[in-house]
């Protein structure tokens, strides 16, 4: 049973497919603290959030089940994705699902500030009926929109039908897509000098941290007014407040702020010239019940180890790609796993390749797989696919891809060489034969064809006469039974391997048995 903690306030409606699967349990605690969430965090194999969690380190640490991490929503800067990524927990989002609700609530906000309407309804409820509020029309006005991501774009086609003039800066917006949304593109120097209403839709990172600031401030038209319904940060609160006050900015509307809950003296809620909301973007039914859903999805498919979307710290693989992929992902894990149990010595780098059909796919998410095959045998469940890259990293372990469109043979052939410290290479090649399966078709060179299983025995030995039977004989005396024997070798006589696949563990006396017999120079298990 897989066990699913809910710690914001998340639709009913949309977690009901978590809650009705026969193999998951939802528990719903909401408001926890850090502390509260560590001491039971242990528990669960998912965890599901929207903002208000922060899933730190800490509570990842104690996670020691914790398979993945749901975010309901957009934004996951309050998940330590650094931290996620370490301990192979995959960190979901649902992108899509709250787009137009929070270009909404963006559009809401500038419409409130053109208009004054929640001064003027604060003023009309407490029994003044105050006419002086004069505001300004959008038609014919410059909105400056930085980050036309997803929701940026949805503004400013909204912008366009009320005859708004848009700018946009991204440095993703090309010319070609500006011209297709309306919008003149622009740097974020014009968008600053020229707008009338500016309003940013861009995460908060490094770069994008004040990127609205004093000097930006300076040089805006004086009389402009500023939307941040993104993250609080990317305009710098404490330099709004100045521009405020020097009048250079005429009004405010913030549904984000560097910490939130705001502090009560904040300035922005004591200024007549700022509006705010508490961080409600994204919240109405239609995007929380589409969040809920997205997320619910892509958890149930990771628990239960299906293909999944959506994952923050993976690079997006194209359902396309994804569909030609997946056949590979169990013989590219075997492969790997086979190669380092070819080694005793330590291994400098991975090198893999792809021949054939695999040459005309991005397969970074196979050679995930494989080098997750590769180190599982020294790191155990610690390494997944989600941190077997990032593992190698911290280790210098070089992983080198190459791929070819030269068959070899086969229609596909994947090869995984380990090179060993002093240079030396262990190798195995693998491909999936269609209406066979997987195959082993090479080790350390020498041809062999052989299913890959659980209980292998590889032996190097001496191409002559009675070595199979030898072997035969000696398993058959210790009740080993052998299930499939291939042979391979390079030239007659000369040095050749056996693989043979066996119905249960090698107990270790029967390795060294088999060692002692004419001719063979060494039998190791290979289990998979
Ligand atoms: N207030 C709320 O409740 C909500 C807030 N959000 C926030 O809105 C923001 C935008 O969300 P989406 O449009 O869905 O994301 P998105 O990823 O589709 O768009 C963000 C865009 O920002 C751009 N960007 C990054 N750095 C930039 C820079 N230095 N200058 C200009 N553009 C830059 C990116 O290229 C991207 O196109 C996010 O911060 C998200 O967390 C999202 C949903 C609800
Ligand atoms: O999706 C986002 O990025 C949001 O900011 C929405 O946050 P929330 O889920 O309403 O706490």
């Given at each position: 049973m897989f066990k699913v903690l809910v710690s914001d306030p998340i639709s009913d409606l949309g977690i009901q497919q978590l809650v009705e699967a026969a193999d998951v349990q939802v528990d719903k605690k909401t408001g926890l603290s850090e502390a509260e969430l560590i001491e039971i965090i242990g528990d669960y194999d998912a965890l599901l959030v929207r903002s208000q969690t922060k899933v730190t380190e800490g509570i990842m640490k104690a996670g020691s089940r914790l398979k993945v991490v749901g975010r309901a929503g957009v934004?996951?800067?309050?998940?330590?994705?650094?931290?996620?990524?370490?301990?192979?927990?995959?960190?979901?989002?649902?992108?899509?699902?709250?787009?137009?609700?929070?270009?909404?609530?963006?559009?809401?906000?500038?419409?409130?500030?053109?208009?004054?309407?929640?001064?003027?309804?604060?003023?009309?409820?407490?029994?003044?009926?105050?006419?002086?509020?004069?505001?300004?029309?959008?038609?014919?006005?410059?909105?400056?929109?930085?980050?036309?991501?997803?929701?940026?774009?949805?503004?400013?086609?909204?912008?366009?039908?009320?005859?708004?003039?848009?700018?946009?800066?991204?440095?993703?917006?090309?010319?070609?897509?500006?011209?297709?949304?309306?919008?003149?593109?622009?740097?974020?120097?014009?968008?600053?000098?020229?707008?009338?209403?500016?309003?940013?839709?861009?995460p908060l990172t490094p770069e994008t941290k004040h990127m609205i600031s004093t000097a930006q401030f300076a040089v805006m038209k004086k009389g402009m007014r500023?939307?941040?319904?993104?993250?609080?940060?990317?305009?710098?609160?404490?330099?709004?407040?100045?521009?405020?006050d020097e009048g250079i900015v005429a009004g405010a509307a913030f549904d984000v702020f560097e910490h939130e809950p705001p502090a009560p003296d904040h300035p922005f809620l004591h200024n007549p010239k700022v509006i705010v909301t508490p961080h409600l973007g994204a919240s109405t039914v239609e995007a929380q019940e589409n969040v809920a859903i997205d997320v619910s999805e892509q958890v149930l498919h990771i628990l239960r180890d299906e293909p999944f979307k959506n994952a923050v710290n993976m690079p997006p693989v194209a359902s396309s790609v994804m569909n030609k992929l997946q056949p590979y992902f169990s013989l590219g894990e075997k492969l790997g796993s086979f190669a380092s149990?070819?080694?005793?010595?330590?291994?400098?780098?991975?090198?893999?390749?792809?021949?054939?059909?695999?040459?005309?796919?991005?397969?970074?998410?196979?050679?995930?797989?494989?080098?997750?095959?590769?180190?599982?045998?020294?790191?155990?469940s610690e390494v997944n696919i989600v941190n077997s890259l990032h593992l190698t990293k911290i280790r210098d372990l070089n992983v080198q891809v190459s791929s070819s469109s030269a068959t070899k043979g086969?229609?596909?052939?994947?090869?995984?060489?380990?090179?060993?410290?002093?240079?030396?290479?262990?190798?195995?090649?693998?491909?999936?034969?269609?209406?066979?399966?997987?195959?082993?078709?090479?080790?350390?060179?020498?041809?062999?064809?052989?299913?890959p299983d659980n209980h292998q025995i590889l032996i190097s030995h001496n191409d002559q006469p009675g070595i199979i039977g030898n072997v035969g004989t000696l398993l058959g005396r210790n009740e080993v039974n052998i299930a499939t024997m291939q042979v391979g070798r390079k030239v007659v006589g000369g040095e050749a391997v056996m693989l043979l696949s066996v119905d249960k563990e090698v107990p270790k006396n029967v390795l060294t048995e088999l060692v002692g017999l004419e001719a063979i120079n060494s039998a190791q298990e290979i289990s998979l």
């Open positions: 934004g996951v800067d309050n998940i330590d994705l650094p931290a996620a990524t370490g301990r192979g927990i995959i960190v979901i989002n649902a992108p899509d699902g709250n787009t137009i609700t929070t270009c909404e609530h963006a559009f809401a906000m500038m419409m409130a500030l053109a208009r004054h309407i929640p001064q003027a309804y604060a003023k009309t409820i407490s029994g003044q009926w105050d006419r002086k509020f004069l505001g300004v029309e959008l038609r014919n006005k410059k909105l400056g929109v930085l980050g036309m991501g997803r929701i940026g774009s949805e503004v400013a086609k909204r912008a366009k039908a009320f005859g708004m003039d848009i700018l946009g800066y991204d440095p993703f917006l090309t010319e070609e897509r500006a011209e297709k949304l309306g919008v003149k593109l622009s740097s974020v120097d014009d968008i600053v000098k020229n707008a009338d209403f500016i309003t940013v839709h861009t500023i939307i941040n319904c993104a993250r609080g940060g990317v305009v710098d609160e404490a330099a709004l407040v100045a521009a405020l149990q070819l080694t005793a010595e330590p291994v400098k780098s991975i090198v893999i390749e792809y021949a054939g059909e695999l040459s005309e796919v991005d397969t970074q998410p196979l050679t995930r797989y494989i080098v997750k095959g590769v180190l599982s045998r020294h790191l155990g086969f229609t596909n052939l994947i090869t995984v060489t380990l090179v060993e410290q002093t240079n030396a290479e262990r190798s195995v090649a693998g491909t999936l034969l269609y209406g066979y399966g997987e195959r082993i078709v090479q080790v350390n060179e020498f041809p062999i064809d052989s299913a």
